[in-house]
């Protein structure tokens, strides 16, 4: 096999070799380096002292070959492929729900209304215990989804162990083609004001956007204004980000263009359709996490004077990306070209460290002027015209999630409460039943400053300076601080309850539902769409 190996990629280094010739020496440092790398991968296959799998240790060089690149240029094996259509295109064959690893099991935390998974009577906290009679315990979420993905029309039998019941409960689903719903939210959020949320910009993305906009003024012909949700949205298919910007701004109008090292892959792309409408003011949420078609859409409606941004800095992901074929069902996801939007810019971040963006200095950019002659920077994202403080959960509030005891105390709730009231309605407010909870599942976590401390502590040690007592003396102080901070973050902490629970009985319209009763920065974008001098003198630069 490995000789066969070899003799291919001999074959293959020959013809390139010929076609090409000794007088280009790119292609000879090509041709040169193919060579050593089989005879090293023949080598070490045939000789190292344990045994190895071939395939393993191939990705492993793959995934160190592109390591030095940015973090989107990724290999695709044929055991990803269903992870990635489900990314990039929406949708994949499956059963409807999502899940992750807690301790030995992996727990269903996500069902998808009226999937197969929710027609089969599966439900969030659910512990797949066996998949097709092969035990599940200790394997990893990766692989007991690899197990559960498959043809449509095809069955799976599942163990499931539901807590509160004594025995495993048998579940016998029917595989079908999954499509991620889009927008799973729109409505009116405030007198006159209409709210649309999209999570990804998958198949009809920019469609199912146009949709919820002209269901939202034939409903409430007094519209005044609307909020378009990105925040959190990682992007997708570019198509569709040209067809979301359509939506606010007229035919025929330029989004963005795509230029990379084959002149003739560059392409530009402009708007098609006639707009739903481009007179109503609009203001579009961002956050850090909000990358790639989401950036596109903020950026060119910024670029535009368009629509007002509010929020955090994007995520800075101008590149695109296309797949190419490598054999045996297996992919290489490439960046091939960076995209630039109205103004001219490009939103790329140049800088990573850990696979994420660095941050860039202001002074560090290009400025480039929107359409009305308004400032705006290159590289590192796109920065709102209206910058919020972000809204995360942090300190005792994410060591709460992180280890599970919000989701376990819902999961736990809802055995209990077969229904709820309406979402608008529903309301959680038993605070001493959760910190009993907590205080069973002996919950602890470390600070940050405890983090510190340690660290300090032990260099301390290694120096062989004398600061045991200065450090008890602080140490002191922090769990002093910490025995009051379940009650400072009582407000934050009740609310992710709340969406936890909701979620369990409305999905994910429920959770977004739910969400936008207590979000400041949704509050603020009211304020301003409620305020047109301050909206107009923003896209004028004043």
Known sequence: MHKKIFLLLCVAASGLFAFKGFEDNKYFEIIKNLEIFTNAYKEINHSYVDELDPGKLMRAGMDAMLEGLDPFTNYISETDIEGYRYLYEGRYNGFGAEARQMGEWVVVTEIFENSPAHKAGLKVGDAITSVDGQSAKGRTQEEVMAFLRGVPGTKVDLMVRRPGENKDQRITLERGEIEAQNVPHHGIVAEGIGYIYLTTFTRDAG????????????????????????????????????????????RNEFVVSTKGKVPEWDRSFKTLNNPVDKEIPVVVLINKMSASASEIVSGSLQDLDRGVLMGQRSYGKGLVQNTKDVGYNAKIKLTTAKYYIPSGRCIQAVRYKNGEPVDIPDAERAVFKTRAGRPVL????????????????????????????????????????????????????DWDDFSRFAQDKKFEYESASEKMLKELRTVADREHYPLGADLQTMESKIKAEKKGEMTKNKARILHEIEQEIVGRYYFQRGKVRKSLKNDPEVDEAVKLLNDPARYKAILAGR
Do not use: C
């Open 378 to 429: 290159d590289g590192g994202g796109v920065k709102p015209d209206v910058m919020l403080p972000a809204d995360t959960a942090t300190g005792i509030v994410k060591a709460l999630l992180d280890q599970n005891i919000i989701f376990d105390y819902a999961t736990q709730w809802s055995l209990k409460h077969p229904q709820i009231d309406s979402i608008e309605i529903f309301s959680f407010t």
């Open 207 to 250: 469609e199912n956007v146009a949709n919820a906009l002209q269901d939202l003024k034939s409903k409430h012909p007094g519209l005044k204004g609307v909020i378009l949700d990105l925040r959190d949205n990682g992007g997708g298919l570019l198509n569709e980000a040209v067809n979301l910007v359509n939506v606010f701004v007229p």
